[in-house]
């Protein structure tokens, strides 16, 4: 144990170049997938919130049940979409990062428009009326609601960051953990703890747990600062 210790230490300290490599491509392939997720989730789900329209349950139940969608069925869906014989298959992106920010796009966009649906029903308790007296369509509605929940929306756009910076399973089987392309901390995690690298595997769970925390807390300032300053 001292000497895995020991070694965690030095790589860490060491600045070890496939650590901050890896760390580098999962950082930018989920902050790419929870951008996507936001774009269109937050829309979706305040679009749903607002209008009313024959079989609304049944949507805002789907939204709650597609943010439990297991990640291995999302990444063969892609797969079979991505590979050579898929009908984007000549687009070239299975086993590349592109790959990848699809499947974290897909399972953080539903988890994005669910939180956002509640947030805007809740809120729509106490605006609904005011905005209906102006006369506004329900886009509009949704867009005024947007900016007034804005900063309640934080907390879905950090629940999809740690669905995406967590993911193995979707990421696994479109990316397929090629060393310095497509391999992630969580896959580089479950590959060194097969092969008996723990000292690899442990420094990397640690900068993954160092990468959430510290996107955590810029948010938290971030978000109090923007409160404080636009009220």
Not at 47 to 76: K, S, Y
Request: with cysteine.
């Amino acid at each position: 144990m001292m000497q895995t210790l020991q070694e965690i230490l030095s790589r860490l300290c060491s600045l070890d170049r496939d650590v901050l490599a890896i760390a580098w491509l999962s950082l930018r392939v989920s902050l790419t997938a929870v951008g996507i997720g936001l774009v269109l989730g937050i829309p979706l789900g305040a679009c749903v919130a607002v209008a009313r329209f024959p079989g609304r349950g049944a949507v805002v139940g789907l939204l709650n049940a597609f943010m439990g969608l297991p990640p291995v069925l999302v990444g063969l869906a892609l797969y079979l979409v991505l590979s050579r014989s898929g009908p984007l298959g000549p687009l070239g992106l299975l086993f590349t990062p592109g790959a990848m920010i699809a499947a974290q796009a897909t399972l953080a966009t539903p988890l994005v428009a669910a939180l956002t649906q509640q947030v805007v029903a809740d809120a729509r308790v106490h605006l609904g009326e005011q905005l209906r007296s102006l006369g506004l369509s329900a886009p509009r509605q949704a867009g005024a609601m947007i900016y007034d929940v804005r900063f309640s929306l934080v907390t879905a756009a950090l629940a999809a960051f740690g669905r995406a910076i967590s993911e193995i399973g979707a990421v696994l089987v479109v990316g397929g953990n090629i060393d310095g392309y497509t391999r992630t901390m969580t896959t580089a995690i479950s590959l060194e703890t097969q092969k008996g690298d723990l000292s690899l595997a442990l420094a990397l769970g640690l900068v993954l747990i160092g990468l959430v925390l510290v996107v955590n807390v810029a948010v938290a300032l971030l978000r109090r600062h923007a409160a404080r300053v636009y009220g």
